[in-house]
Nanobody
């Protein structure tokens, strides 16, 4: 069993940066791929970024490529999402997930989400 808790969300202005964190409980964190997804108001949840268990492989949605960076620290059981050059279109609830490395919602465990609001 893995429990995930996201943090770092908030209200920022367009062009600002935020770093989201996702802290995981459990001793098997380092064996899981990790993903970030987001859900904007009135829209379906969408893939943002993923990282393999070792951190050697990453993948990004086209909409965030070049602006967002996913990373992980297995010693701290934490995955991060560095978000730069934020735009109002990035406003959403951001979720982290643990499971097989994937760009789809096939992850086993999910956090409760953290709100990111970007004002223009």
């Amino acid at each position: 069993q893995v429990q995930l808790v996201e943090s770092g969300g908030g209200l920022v202005q367009a062009g600002d940066s935020l770093r989201l964190s996702c802290a995981a409980s459990g001793r098997t964190f380092s064996s899981y791929g990790m993903g970030w997804f987001r859900q904007a108001p009135g829209k379906e949840r969408r893939f943002v970024a993923a990282i393999s268990w070792s951190g050697a492989s990453t993948y990004y949605a086209d909409s965030v490529k070049g602006r967002f960076t996913i990373s992980r620290d297995n010693a701290k059981n934490t995955v991060y999402l560095q978000m730069n050059s934020l735009t109002p279109e990035d406003t959403a609830v951001y979720y982290c997930a643990a499971g097989p490395y994937s760009t789809t919602e096939t992850y086993t465990y999910w956090g409760q989400g953290t709100q990111v609001t970007v004002s223009s």
